[in-house]
């Protein structure tokens, strides 16, 4: 069945919607910082959504065919608006026929839960899972369709690169190649050293840096002005650097990134700079419009997970693969977490100098956990 960005697939006969809650341990307190503002976390705590659905193919003398699909809901703290957080105490009411157009299948989820992101996400989720089942698409696939991208131009990289991530409490001898992303954002003339002495110990890779809006305007001139020549040529790009976006930040010499402003952003693209990298938290930002930086801005965008079960981070990377094979994207946050069901999406990586992870894997384990957790027959907390 051909893909059409238009047309409608066809129309999806919703038969059941469950709730099904998990509890994911950390393997140490995770400090999660946002500005002025710190929680730590020890769990992650969240909510698959299981829909069983009859398929009608557009095609009426083709046959219907049944199909389920899951989806997850995995708010974080700081990240993740308040209404994200309350509890689920109604299944979410999708329509009884959900037309299988990039606007319906939108519409329905934003329509079945109107103030949580969260919980939208996962619909949508479960909704392209469905039509992935009932078709025999790859979930790639199905996200290009979904980002209103046109079939014959989909082009599905293999290998997906991962950066390596360091928190503030972590340290970063060792890392010789590859991609590494370091968290700033505290006292610039101290941030600026880290950065310089990582630069130091990286011999052919890229630094990235995130400030998550910690700094005012005069502060991040001043951690501008004390990095190295050598650490501003390795420095791929640094995510929101100030409290509030501004554009003229990429005139202190150091590209930037746009992450947590992409979510309250009210146009597409949400900043017209040529130069500016997108930073993609689906989980946050929402399926449909991480769809569509992807199909438009693929190069400059980046994959970023938010500390989400497996299940979520093979999606991320049936994402990612359509950014290209150069894009190192940021999908190493299930290392933190404890999953009982193996292999884990953490054990997929091959962390070598470079770390990546091969697609044809991912596809194969989530459709094995898709499995598991319609079946239920797995312990998921």
Request: charged share 25%.
């Amino acid at each position: 069945m051909p893909l059409r960005a238009g047309p409608s697939l066809g129309r999806l006969e919703v038969q059941s919607i469950v709730l099904k809650k998990f509890v994911l341990d950390l393997k140490s307190s995770l400090p999660l910082c946002r500005g002025s503002e710190r929680v730590d976390i020890t769990t992650r705590q969240g909510v698959y959504v299981v829909l069983h659905c009859q398929f009608h193919p557009l095609e009426t003398s083709s046959p219907s065919t049944f199909c389920c699909g899951v989806g997850e809901s995995c708010p974080l703290p700081l990240f993740h608006p308040q209404p994200c957080f309350n509890s689920v105490v109604e299944t979410p009411a999708l329509p009884h026929f959900v037309e299988l157009t990039v606007d319906g299948i939108f519409e329905a989820c934003k329509n079945a839960a109107p103030e949580n992101v969260s919980l939208q996400g996962a619909l949508e989720m479960a909704l392209l899972a469905c039509i992935c089942d009932a078709t025999g698409r790859r979930p790639s696939e199905i996200l290009w369709w979904y980002g209103g991208g046109v079939e014959e131009q989909c082009k599905i990289a293999r290998s997906i690169k991962i950066n390596q991530m360091y928190t503030r409490e972590e340290r970063k001898d060792g890392v010789v190649s590859g991609c590494v992303k370091l968290k700033v954002g505290d006292d610039p003339i101290r941030d600026a050293e880290r950065v310089n002495a990582a630069a130091g110990s990286i011999d052919d890779g890229l630094l990235r840096l995130d400030a998550n809006q910690s700094w005012p305007r005069a502060e991040y001139q001043l951690f501008a002005e004390f990095l190295t020549n050598e650490a501003k040529a390795k420095i791929e790009y640094i995510e929101e650097p100030t409290v509030t976006w501004e554009d003229w930040s990429a005139e202190v010499g150091i590209p930037i990134a746009m992450d947590e402003s992409l979510v309250s952003a009210t146009k597409f693209p949400a900043s017209e700079g040529r130069d500016v990298h997108f930073v993609l938290k689906p989980g946050v930002l929402g399926l449909r419009r991480a769809c569509q930086y992807v199909v438009r801005y693929g190069g400059r965008c980046c994959l970023s997970s938010m500390f989400e079960s497996s299940l979520s981070m093979y999606w991320y990377t049936a994402m990612a693969a359509l950014c290209g094979d150069q894009v190192y994207h940021g999908l190493s946050t299930s290392g933190r977490l404890i999953e009982a069901r193996a292999p884990s999406y953490d054990e997929l990586i091959v962390k070598d100098a470079l770390w990546s992870v091969d697609l044809t894997d991912c596809e194969r384990e989530l459709r094995e956990l898709t499995l598991s957790i319609v079946r239920d027959d797995s312990p998921f907390s």
